[in-house]
């Protein structure tokens, strides 16, 4: 089949590895739905996707992954550059000419008897100054339906890349045996190359994602003056009609999709106001020609979490898997061909299959104790498909961001908001995060670790440079900057229960953000930064979630000597880190320690 593009670069990457993996067959992704339709056929064929009930969900479609791939594998994960140092003490590193020695004759023939298919992609709109292209090669269809929701396919990606430019990140991927012994993930930054291979999983094998739009990028964002990080972005529309614009990064499944749709309280849609979603995922953030710092979602769908989203808790999310969307990991419902997680309703299907591939009793394999769907089992979506979709979604120049928030899972120390005092000091606030772990990732679930700006998986190289890259940022766009904020909804009370409603009611939170963004607010000082009073947290209708004024004043509250913990943690953390900290984050660790005396 013919290529899509002249570009000679392009051309003899693809033949190099055609050579290495020797396909039956190679196809090239034209990203017309035709030749989509034909792949889904296939795909269907051979058991790989199921068709769901084309009435109450057309377009949609089931797969499961094997057994022991379900989620990312941090621990092979690798960034491959020349010098170790360059990776930093956060990344697994390897030599990159020992790791192509190791993984080329892993390569070798993996594709026998298998189709090649090349899939053209963009990051970003395709048009936007903002924008990259990627090329995937995989003998995965279901990666090629993925990529197809997740990011811009076919014979237009190359238009942003012409015909002679080498700009364009190469990612070879194969299923071979899904081994998980030889299973690799790994970037090869100073090539713009990746390389994955014995993994069918999302964040293992949708190139463009994390290991394109983070990993790689993140190096692109440092070399050339902009961002990539691990962020939502949404407005928020005011009364008056005014959209402002924030990001948010908080680990994954730490709710950036629930934030990014989120439909604020009756006092507030009452009033006017609304939340419209850019991206859930992933932000690029590049200074504007206004001195503003403005962002694009690279992606074209969402990849989200299943377990958990409902009508009540994420109704856009919901609404957003209704049509034209892979289910992955899920449970299904054999009686009408519908899918089913925990969280959904109370209702699981009776003649159910659950993630695995069992037929069972839905309720009664609840019943003992076992979930139906995998907890980080997936819908890969359409963005287009979102009722609250941003106008400004393919907007080629981004939009402009008003405030930045971190946030994380902690049952205790971090309080419900908190502003920095300045940008450097905001940096200062991304780096000491702190989350418990989440099933998105391979390994035990719940344990607090230190998830600098969320991007202590996704940094594509020493964590200690990306702090100072955010220092240099802030330089550039001097009082331009968004100011930058920290939220925890997870707080617990005694029973381990969350004190904070969240979803929706996180509305509420924002709504002191943006007002503050603007110097509309009033702040307390404290020893980590400016909070709200506590009656400037709007909490009107909240009285059935037990939220009071006192409620609210112990959420916010800063305990010193939990911080006093928390900053010796974050010193051994930084010592890691050796002469590639920035001194001003040892100023800034010094500062806080000396506010907390
Ligand atoms: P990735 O796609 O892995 O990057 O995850 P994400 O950050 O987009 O997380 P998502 O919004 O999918 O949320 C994951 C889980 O967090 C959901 O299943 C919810 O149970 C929970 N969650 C999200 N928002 C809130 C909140 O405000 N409060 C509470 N208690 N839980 C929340
Ligand atoms: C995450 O884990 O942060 C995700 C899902 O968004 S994955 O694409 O698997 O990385
Ligand atoms: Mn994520």
């Given amino acids: ?16 590895m055609q050579a290495l993996t020797k396909p039956d067959e190679v196809v090239w992704i034209d990203g017309s739905e035709e030749q989509l339709d034909a792949l889904r056929k296939t795909s269907m064929d051979n058991g790989e996707i199921i068709a769901l009930n084309q009435e109450k969900l057309p377009g949609c479609y089931y797969h499961q992954t094997a057994v022991n791939d379900v989620a990312r594998v941090e621990d092979r ?20 000419q020992e790791m192509y020695d190791k993984l080329t004759p892993m390569f070798d023939g993996v594709m026998k008897g298998r189709t090649m298919y090349v899939i053209p992609y963009s990051m970003g709109p395709i048009g936007s100054d903002l924008a990259k292209v990627g090329v995937e090669l995989t003998d995965s269809i279901y990666v090629v339906l993925n990529m197809d929701i997740m990011t811009r ?15 364009f990140v190469r990612g070879l991927h194969s299923k071979a045996d899904i081994d998980a012994e030889k299973r690799y993930i790994v970037h090869f ?43 939502l972005i949404l407005g928020i529309q005011k009364p008056d009609g005014e959209i402002k614009y924030v990001t948010a990064a908080f680990p994954s499944a730490c709710g950036k999709t629930n934030l990014a749709m989120l439909i604020p309280p009756e006092g507030y849609t009452s009033k006017g106001y609304k939340v419209w979603t850019v991206g859930d995922d992933i932000a690029w953030l590049k200074q504007g020609k206004d001195g503003r710092l403005y962002a694009i979602n690279p992606e074209n769908g969402f990849f989200g979490v299943a377990p958990g989203t409902n009508a009540k808790s994420n109704f856009n999310a919901l609404e957003s898997t209704r049509k034209n969307t892979i289910f992955t990991n899920v449970a299904l419902n054999n009686d009408d061909m519908t899918v089913w997680w925990e969280g959904l309703d109370k209702n699981p299907p009776e003649n159910a299959t659950e993630w695995k591939g069992a037929k069972v009793n839905g309720k009664e394999y609840r019943d003992a104790g076992n979930n139906l769907a995998h907890p980080n089992s997936r819908f890969t979506a359409p963005a287009r498909n979102c009722p609250c979709i941003s106008t400004e979604f393919d907007n080629p120049e981004g939009v402009p961001i008003s405030a930045m928030i971190f946030g994380g899972r902690r049952a205790k120390t971090a309080p419900l908001v908190y502003q920095a005092f300045d940008w450097n000091h905001g940096v200062f606030v991304g780096s000491i995060m702190a989350s418990e772990t989440t099933a998105a990732a391979a390994g035990a679930v719940g344990q607090v670790r230190r998830d600098p700006m969320a991007m202590l998986p996704f940094c594509g190289y020493n964590m200690g440079d990306y702090w100072a890259h955010w220092i240099e940022m802030g330089k550039v766009l001097g009082d ?15 029973e381990g229960k969350f004190i904070w409603p969240g979803f929706g009611d996180n509305m509420r939170v924002l709504d002191w953000i943006i007002e503050r963004a603007e110097d509309n607010a009033d702040a307390v000082e404290t020893a980590i930064g400016f909070e709200p009073k ?48 920035p001194q001003i984050m040892k100023d800034q660790l010094a500062a806080l320690e000396e506010r907390l005396q």
């Fill in 189 to 231: 930054p100073e090539d713009n190359t990746i390389w994955s291979i014995n993994s069918g999983y999302g964040g293992n094998v949708l190139l463009g994602k994390k290991c394109f739009a983070l990993r790689i990028a993140s190096f692109q964002g440092k070399n050339e003056g902009w961002m990539a990080e691990h962020m």
């Fill in 77 to 96: 994960t690798f960034i491959c550059c020349k010098n170790k140092e360059d990776a930093g003490p956060t990344n697994n590193w390897c030599d990159p």
């Fill in 480 to 494: 331009k900057a968004p100011k930058i904020f920290n939220v925890n909804w997870f707080r617990t009370n005694e």
């Fill in 534 to 581: 506590p009656e400037d947290i709007n909490i009107d209708g909240l009285e059935a979630s037990g939220i009071t004024l006192d409620v609210v004043k112990d959420l916010l509250n800063v305990d010193k000597n939990l911080w006093k913990e928390d900053a010796a943690n974050v010193k051994e953390f930084y010592a890691k880190f050796g002469d590639r900290l």
């Fill in 153 to 167: 396919i076919g014979a237009d990606a190359f238009k942003n890349l012409g015909d002679v430019s080498n700009d």
């Fill in 1 to 16: 089949m013919a290529e899509l593009t002249k570009n000679p670069n392009v051309i003899k990457w693809v033949e190099e």
